[in-house]
């Protein structure tokens, strides 16, 4: 069945829709296309049957049938926060982020994020400069580097982190994969911590799905004059914190 899923995977470009029907309709494997594909396959991989695939993310709606993979997997069966914010930090987003990060992985935290450009690229840079873990989950395909910018610390995290993603191969930025991936970052970690967010944004979908899951919320609070995503989600009851202390108290006490 392992063979089954990644052949189908492979075929859809990591299309869950297509990769389920295809499962569902009992769809008939072209073997030749299936050595073809196999041969291509040049990172590790895991599927919804192994072993090592996380139970935190089968218990998600749509979980990801394959996971391709760079890096180290038993970062997987770490303590796991979730960290995202928006693409056009301000000053005050990155510092929160920094000094939120730097606390988290010195208290045994894995930070998992997007990799996306601003509060995810300071997540991510933060855990390692702190001696902590950190997951990068994409967007994209597994061996494509975005944004490009990133890309000594996509090299990094493959080398010494863990990356990962449901999109094969060099699957390029398509504008609806990105939402979607959300939910795997949130599937992911126990809780989610945001720094900063506008009221429609990528960050607030990775909420939605984070409390669909029954995930905690953690937000910084911004100021009433600026990005208003945060403070939003804190008068529909997600849980202020001041320090990553406050954090670290709420889910000892939890």
């Known amino acids: 069945m ?34 073809e594909l196999m041969k291509r396959v040049n990172c590790r991989y895991i599927t919804i049957f192994s072993d090592e695939y996380p139970e935190l ?22 303590k796991t926060i979730g960290v995202v914010g928006m693409r056009n930090m301000s000053e005050y987003g990155k510092r929160a982020t920094h000094l939120f990060v730097k606390d988290l992985v010195q208290n045994g935290y894995t930070i998992v994020s997007g990799m996306a450009r601003g509060i995810d690229t300071v997540a991510h840079q933060n855990a390692i400069a702190y001696g902590g873990r ?5 967007g994209t395909g597994i061996e494509y580097c975005y944004p490009k910018e990133n890309r000594l610390l996509y090299e990094e995290l493959k080398e010494h982190q863990l990356v990962l993603s449901e999109y094969p191969f060099l699957t390029a930025p398509q504008k609806r994969l990105f939402p979607f991936r959300n939910r795997i970052i949130a599937g992911l970690s126990y809780s989610i911590l945001i720094s900063e967010a506008k009221q429609k944004s990528g960050t607030m979908i990775t909420a939605g799905y984070a409390l669909e899951q029954g995930k905690d919320i953690y937000c910084i609070p911004g100021r009433f004059d600026d ?16 320090s990553a202390q406050d954090i670290m108290e709420d889910e000892d006490y939890g």
Request: net charge neutral; proline share 3%.
């Open 2 to 35: 392992e063979e089954l899923v990644l052949y189908f995977s492979l075929k859809y470009e990591g299309d869950f829709q297509k990769i389920y029907k295809a499962l569902m309709n009992k769809e008939r494997v072209d073997e030749e296309l299936k050595v």
């Open 57 to 78: 993310l089968k218990q998600i709606n749509c979980p990801p049938f394959v996971l391709y993979y760079y890096g180290d997997l038993s970062l997987l069966k770490t």
């Open 134 to 138: 950190t997951i990068a989950v994409l």
């Open 227 to 242: 990005y208003q995503g945060c403070n939003e989600l804190i008068k529909q009851g997600a849980k202020l914190v001041l």
